[in-house]
Nanobody, 123 residues
Framework: QLQLVESGGGLVQPGGSLRLSCAASGFTLRYYAIGWFRQAPGKEREGVSC????????NYADSEKGRFTISKNNAKNTVYLQMNSLKPEDTAVYYCASRWASCSMTSGNFGVWGQGTQVTVSS
């Protein structure tokens, strides 16, 4: 069974940091790109970041550039999203998803999705 499981969400104060993890089972991430998406209440799901299968290409949404860093550990079959300088507007459920090889920031291009992890940025 192909599965992605997110973890690492929680409550953090503005300016704080969190590291999200996306662990794959049933398939190897060596051949798959992983995208991070988020959805806030009443808003559409939006792309946050993506890393290609070989880790050589990364994409970020403009609002995340310089604050978020995506990385991949194929040996652990896990992708990470390091989030720094968090803002209240980063509050959302964060999802990871997989697609073959190359990156995309469009959710419809991804097949397997995780269940999501809640990130809340509040004082």
């Amino acid at each position: 069974q192909l599965q992605l499981v997110e973890s690492g969400g929680g409550l953090v104060q503005p300016g704080g940091s969190l590291r999200l993890s996306c662990a794959a089972s049933g398939f190897t991430l060596r051949y798959y790109a992983i995208g991070w998406f988020r959805q806030a209440p009443g808003k559409e799901r939006e792309g946050v970041s993506c890393i290609s299968a070989n880790g050589g290409s990364t994409n970020y949404a403009d609002s995340e550039k310089g604050r978020f860093t995506i990385s991949k550990n194929n040996a652990k079959n896990t992708v990470y999203l390091q989030m720094n300088s968090l803002k209240p507007e980063d509050t959302a459920v964060y999802y990871c998803a997989s697609r073959w090889a190359s990156c995309s920031m469009t959710s419809g291009n991804f097949g397997v999705w995780g269940q999501g992890t809640q990130v809340t940025v509040s004082s």
